[in-house]
């Protein structure tokens, strides 16, 4: 087994994220005077991608630790005494989850829905407290 690989296509959405939430909290003041809800729902949508995502990416590197405590040799290869129920169960975590692989995909339409929500139902709020 290699040490560790980083999954690209779960860090690059994390790290984006991170990054449009640090911005938002920066500018804070400035962004939320004007468009409050906008910013909200924004806001919204980049803790649940994160969330998502992350979690997604947490997991991936976590199941690859786990299997390489098999690797007893540390060759890259699992043979002989290595190969344990315990070892395959390692495996088929790793190898065996298209959700987590799909998360990106999955967390955007997920976070996308929920923001839209959090903001039509700000929309419907303000009207209902205008009237």
Not at 4 to 32: A, D, M, N, S
Not at 101 to 116: C, D, E, Q, R
């Amino acid at each position: 087994m290699d040490e560790i690989t980083i999954p690209y296509h779960l860090v690059i959405p994390t790290i984006i994220c991170l990054v449009g939430l640090g911005t938002i909290i920066f500018y804070r003041k400035r962004l939320f005077t004007k468009n409050k809800l906008i910013w909200t729902s924004v806001t919204v949508f980049l803790v649940l991608y994160l969330f998502i995502v992350g979690m997604a990416t947490f997991d991936a590197i976590y199941y690859q630790l786990d299997l390489n405590r098999y690797d007893l040799n540390k060759d890259g290869m699992f043979g002989g005494k290595e190969i344990t129920n315990e070892q395959n169960e390692a495996m088929r975590k790793l190898t065996s989850d298209t959700g987590r692989n799909f998360s990106f995909i999955t967390g955007f339409v997920f976070a996308l829905i929920i923001s839209t929500a959090v903001y039509i139902s700000g929309r419907v709020f303000l009207r209902l407290k205008r009237q």
